[in-house]
């Protein structure tokens, strides 16, 4: 691999792990917010992307 290619493989797992977490926090104010149904699609979106 070449530097360019860690740097983007770098980038690219940085940018997932922040889609994650913000998919979280949305399942978990769905849920306080009483949409347990779409809280739950959420985080099954969320395994997807891990």
């Known amino acids: 691999m070449n530097t ?3 740097f ?15 998919y979280n926090l949305i399942a978990k104010e769905l849920y306080k917010l009483g949409h347990e149904t779409k809280a739950k699609i959420v ?3 969320t395994q997807e992307v891990k």
């Open 4 to 6: 360019l290619s860690i």
């Open 8 to 22: 983007i493989l770098k980038e690219t797992m940085q940018t997932t792990g922040i889609i994650i977490s913000e």
């Open 43 to 45: 985080s099954k979106l």
